[in-house]
Structures are given as structure tokens and as C-alpha cells.
């Protein structure tokens, strides 16, 4: 660990030696206080013999952003001891329940529209976007994947959820909106990288303005055919003045869209990957069914398609399906 953050830690663990001393002659008989000053005094100790921020199993650095926020801890994440696992391990189920908590209702129906999705993360938390906003008799959708994986991807898809949200309801054209959120990742204002997006205003009168930000191309279908709607743009947080422009599309009763992450079409079995032709292909089969049973069907398909082979990605399926009339 570089010099200045080995004082920083010094500074931060003395300070914390000194709150602890403080309340123990407060508490004397505080057992939990008393171990706390031993483990800050025994890291005291590791700092002035030059072994602090080592694995005391593996002798390797610990990871660095996990003792920056904790100085106390004394194994690399291999070498966790059960209470501290067990620790990690809630704050992952946590991180899972808010990020469940973010999703919109299942099966909702909704300005002239029936969706249904899936959502599935890789691990506790994925880096995929998925929403769905009921706002002034409009339906808006979102769908997209954020570059990286796990918790850090998982913070910036919490952002441009809830930045989506914001603007949309306080009444701001999409198309600004899109422009706002990407100028927001290009400033850094949200923390990360770049985003594929695809997003979109549905009405009851199947009016459907489309944007598709460097995402995969959405799969439309209709009573006679299947259509690729490819992207127009780049992943948003790229560059400032680059907006993708809208598509506009007319859809009859029964017409679908189809959305998914990468996490579908770039399944893998051992030789092969499932790709957007083999989607494209099941979809026009299946042209007319509703949106659950799509979802299932694509499921089923990526299952046959995968057989033994371990998922990589997270994975997202969304389909919307405007109703029928009468
Ligand atoms: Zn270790």
C-alpha cells in the first residue's frame, strides 16, 4: 500500500483509537467497545511492523477499496473467516432486495399495452436496466446494460433508474431526457462508465417513439412479418453532443416489441452463441402469442440452446404488446 494511504489509515485508525478510549471510560464494562480497541490497537500495531493491509493467511494486499472503508480487516476476500462472509453476504442480499425493489410491477397492463419481463442477475446484482413508467396516459419502457458487472455496474443502473424517473415525471419531453442522462455520465454527475440503451413512449392509439442508444436492435413483430430495429446512436455517456434520434413506428393490435441484453443474444453453449438471427427466427415463429408466453418461450429456447453451459451475463427480456381494440 502506497505511503500516503498507509498515514491516511494511520491518521483514521488513531482517531478511531482515541473516539474508542473515550467511550470505553464511559462504558467500562462495554465488552463489544473492548474488542473494538483491541482489533484497532492490534492494527496500530501491524501498521508499525509494516504488515498492515496484508492477508495474515495469504501474506497478499488486501483488496484495496475494502480497507480503505474498513481499516480493521485482516484477510483478503478468499480468506474471509465465517462471521465475515456471513457479513458480505448480507450486504449482497440487500443489495438484491433494493435492487428488486427498483423493478416495475410483473405483467403490468398499462396504457393500451401488455409487457412482461424478466430480470435475471448473474450474480447478487446486475448491471441490466429494466422499467417501465406509466406517466400522463403514456407508457414509457427502458431497457438497457450498463459496461462493467456486479455491484459497480449495479450503482449506475440505480442512478439512471431513478434519474429517468425524475425527469419523466416532472414532465420532460423523452427526448430531453435521453440528452440530459447522457450529458450526466459524460460529466461524471453519475458515477461509471456508459450505457446501451433502448427506450421508448408507447400510446394507447399504438404510436410508439423509439430511441435505441448503441443497444442491440429491438425485434418488432406484426400479423405478417418480424422486423430488426436496429440502433441509431451510440451507448449514452460517450460523448456529450451525440444524441440517438427517435424512430417512430405505428403498431395494430397484437404487434410486439421485443428488448433483450446481451446477456441473451450472446449466450454461449460450448461451440456456438445464441444470436440475434436465432431470436429473430423464434420470435417470428411465435409472432402472435402475448407477452408472458414470449418471454417463456425465449427462456425455454435459451435453455435448450445452452444446455450445461454456465450463464455469464446478466440477462433482461421485456415484451410489449399493444391490446387488442375491442
Ligand atoms: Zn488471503
Known sequence: MPMMETEFLQAEVTDRKLRLQAAVAHAPHDENLKSL?????????????????????????????????????????????????????????????????????????????????????????????????????????????????????SLLMTQIH????????????????????????CEKVLTGNYVTIVCGQATANGDVEIYNA??????????DNVQLLESTGIPLGLFQEANPPAA????????????????????????????VDRLTELMDKHRRLPPTELVSVCLNDLARFTGTTPRSDDLTLLALQRMGTA
Open 37 to 153: 480497541l483491541r482489533e484497532v490497537d492490534s492494527a496500530l500495531d501491524r501498521i508499525a511492523a509494516g504488515t498492515f493491509g496484508l492477508c495474515e493467511e495469504c501474506h497478499d494486499p488486501i483488496e484495496k477499496d475494502r480497507l480503505l472503508s474498513n481499516p480493521l480487516i485482516r484477510y483478503c476476500i478468499d480468506h474471509l473467516n465465517k462471521a465475515e462472509r456471513d457479513a458480505l453476504q448480507r450486504d449482497l442480499d440487500l443489495a438484491t432486495q433494493l435492487q428488486n425493489k427498483l423493478l416495475p410491477p410483473a405483467n403490468l397492463c398499462s396504457c393500451g399495452w401488455h409487457t412482461s419481463y424478466h430480470y435475471a442477475p448473474l450474480g447478487a446484482v446486475s448491471g441490466d436496466y429494466c422499467d417501465l413508467i406509466e406517466h400522463n396516459g403514456s407508457l414509457y419502457f427502458f431497457l438497457g446494460d450498463v459496461s462493467g458487472k456486479g455491484i459497480a455496474a
Open 162 to 185: 431513478a434519474l429517468f424517473r425524475n425527469l419523466l415525471t416532472m414532465g420532460i419531453p423523452l427526448r430531453q431526457v435521453v440528452a440530459h442522462v447522457n450529458r450526466s455520465i
Open 214 to 223: 448503441g443497444h442491440l436492435p429491438v425485434i418488432v413483430t406484426n400479423r
Open 248 to 275: 417512430k413506428l405505428q403498431l395494430e393490435s397484437g404487434d410486439t416489441l421485443f428488448l433483450y441484453t446481451d446477456g441473451l443474444s450472446e449466450a454461449r453453449n460450448h461451440e456456438d452463441e445464441y444470436g
